[in-house]
């Protein structure tokens, strides 16, 4: 027998499927943060899109607006908290759809105040664009967060919010 391969065979036999089973460790513990991550990350959106629903079908005769758009800018900051850097776009993104939310809404308190009609069509009329923005902004998070919307479409929409804002502020 060779004394050589009297020691390597065994050592290799030792060796190779120590190492697999470190791979395989290590592997399963990147693969469980990842999914602790996504828990978090779905968890602090969840009051967000609920939030965004309530907008859809808001009476804001009778309902404050101003303390739902409140609580959904607390609720996006505690969301942002809870992302890693590969994932930030989409917490820029709703700050930045928040932004034009409260600019929707105020535009449509501003139109109530200035008229004595509160028939219902022209309720559902100043506030169209508003409830409009909600189900867009909703769906898109929603469907970002279960992978069927990519970032580009983040990255597009977030550009189009930032060049709207730049044109109403030279205005």
């Given amino acids: ?30 693969s469980a943060e990842r999914s602790r991550y996504l828990e978090r990350r779905t968890a602090a959106a969840e009051p967000i899109i609920l939030s965004l629903a309530q907008f859809i079908s808001l009476d804001p005769v009778h309902e404050p607006i101003q303390a739902h758009l409140r ?6 900051a505690v969301y942002r908290t809870t992302l ?3 994932d ?18 105020w535009s449509a308190m501003q139109t109530m105040d200035g008229s004595t009609d509160r ?17 867009a902004t909703m769906q898109t998070l929603s ?9 580009d479409v983040l990255k597009r929409q977030g550009a189009a919010l930032m060049k709207h804002e730049g044109e109403t502020s030279e205005a």
């Fill in 1 to 30: 027998m060779n004394p050589i391969s009297d020691i390597v065979i065994p050592v290799a036999a030792i060796l190779v499927p120590t190492a697999i089973a470190i791979w395989l460790a290590r592997s399963e513990r990147k």
């Fill in 119 to 135: 028939s219902e069509a022209f309720i559902l009329g100043a506030f169209s664009e508003g409830r409009t923005w909600a189900n």
């Fill in 71 to 76: 609580e959904l800018r607390g609720r996006i």
């Fill in 84 to 86: 890693d850097t590969e």
């Fill in 143 to 151: 469907g970002w967060l279960a992978g069927h919307i990519s970032d």
């Fill in 88 to 105: 930030a776009l989409s917490g820029d993104w709703l700050a930045l759809q928040h932004e034009r939310g409260m600019l929707l809404w």
